[in-house]
């Protein structure tokens, strides 16, 4: 070692002056370098959580490329609209509500959560109702969020007897039951398309919250868009009727005949719609838009406040660490509604899967698809990037549900499974009953 270092100390000496001040400020520089590049910058990148896992990856990257790292991702909320269609401008204006059905293996917290809704409400809810451990397969939840995605009411229909309302007071939650007397009765309407299929739809005779059902019970089989006059819905449908009013109702199943060929929709003991054959009606969605998994530079938070000012700046996706030039995958089968430049969201693309989902893809390099293309499931549509309002090479991703960013990680994406064993022996009698009052005049 001395030998080396003596052998360098002639070598260098024997340089001219000039050169030797070059030299050493060649060496300075690196120096800095080096030591910025360990410290400051990996440690910004980890913003200093001390846990167990932070402390790996912090270990783990010194000795990796550090390339492909962001400092940090996005220093704004990124304002791009969710892309609409002609037919979103028609569809009846709901109030802010969101809903959801209990699918196999849900828990009051997973429905929630997937929304971003704190854990510590969650555990309020349940305080104020045990019986919200036991959720049942096909029972339906809906709730109501105030401006700062707070959770202010949620609705939970236990039977067709029974729904459950919860209020915020405060921190708490109040409980009121909901006890129904009103009489079910089975009512079957026809739509002929005259026009807008939602006027033609109201003229019917069907309500807004029953023309939604309509419209998602057959957003598989079905672009809604392309309807032609005189294409003919027939709607079966459970309506609680209480002082001669309606109360709620239930879509049990539809039939459109359109173009000669007949599409059915019609409902499962699950409270999901499948076709007359019981089977999945899409591929169903990938969890993430890469082929492998990257690391996540930047958490779904809808409220997360601005370090700076302090104000909420809601980030409405994930961020994962991707190289520039990564494939950028559509996570399902679907539509695209935007391929282009914006200045936050950078080159970026909007896909919508059915009516109720949506997906964006941004601060991508090069963009490979074009508004109106239809993709598949798993499909190259761009390649990352570091585009528009954004530091580090990442890709930004979001999932929109009913109009509602959820969380990526988390979200609850539709199982398009088919029905299989005993439950499609029951799903098939019921077909072949509902299918024979389509039929009846
Ligand atoms: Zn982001």
Not at 48 to 71: G, M, Q, V, Y
Not at 177 to 188: A, F, P, S
Not at 399 to 427: D, F, Q, S
Request: glycine share 6%; aromatic share 10%; net charge positive.
């Amino acid at each position: 070692m001395q030998k080396t270092l003596n052998s360098l100390k002639i070598e260098f000496n024997s340089f001219s002056y000039f050169y030797r001040i070059i030299l050493s400020i060649l060496i300075i520089v690196s120096l800095i370098i080096f030591i910025w590049n360990v410290c400051v910058y990996k440690i910004i990148g980890t913003s200093f959580k001390a846990d167990h896992s932070h402390f790996k990856t912090l270990s783990l990257s010194i000795s990796l490329p550090l390339d492909s790292e962001p400092i940090e991702t996005e220093n704004s909320v990124i304002e791009e609209d969710l892309p609409k269609d002609e037919f979103d401008n028609d569809i009846p204006n709901e109030i802010e509500t969101h809903d959801y059905i209990v699918s196999s293996g849900d828990t009051l917290s997973n429905i929630l959560n997937q929304y971003g809704i704190e854990i510590a409400d969650i555990r309020q809810l349940v305080k104020s109702d045990p019986h919200l451990y036991n959720l049942k397969i096909g029972q339906k939840f809906s709730w109501t969020l105030n401006n700062a995605s707070r959770l202010q009411s949620v609705t939970w229909e236990r039977s067709r007897r029974e729904s459950r309302r919860y209020d915020r007071v405060q921190d708490r939650f109040k409980l009121s039951v909901l006890l129904k007397t009103g009489k079910w009765q089975r009512d079957r309407l026809t739509v002929i398309v005259n026009g807008s299929f939602i006027r033609s739809a109201k003229l019917a005779g069907l309500s807004n919250s029953e023309i939604t059902e309509v419209i998602k019970s057959l957003q598989w089989q079905i672009d809604f868009r392309k309807l032609r006059d005189g294409d003919d819905f027939r709607v079966l449908i459970m309506r609680e009727i209480l002082d001669g009013q309606r109360q709620q109702s239930e879509l049990i199943g539809v039939r459109l005949s359109s173009s000669g060929k007949n599409y059915y929709a019609i409902r499962a003991s699950d409270g999901k719609f499948y076709d007359r054959s019981g089977s999945g009606l899409n591929s169903g969605f990938m969890r993430f838009p890469t082929v492998r998994r990257y690391r996540i530079s930047s958490q779904f938070d809808p409220r997360r406040a601005n370090p700076v000012t302090g104000r909420i700046a809601p980030h409405k996706g994930v961020d994962f660490a991707v190289p520039i030039g990564t494939p950028i995958l559509s996570i399902g089968d679907g539509e695209v509604m935007v391929s282009k430049c914006s200045s936050t969201a950078g080159n970026y693309v909007a896909i919508r899967h059915g009516r109720q989902y949506m997906t964006r893809y941004m601060h991508l390099k090069t963009l490979l698809v074009k508004p109106g293309d239809r993709v598949k499931r798993g499909q190259c549509i761009a390649f990352s990037g570091n585009t528009g309002r954004s530091t580090g090479p990442h890709v930004h991703f979001e999932i929109w549900i009913n109009n509602h960013a959820v969380n990526p990680l988390t979200a609850r994406l539709p199982c398009m499974k088919g029905i299989t064993g005993e439950a499609r022996r029951h799903y098939l009698d019921k077909v072949n009953k509902t299918i024979m009052q389509f039929k009846n005049r």
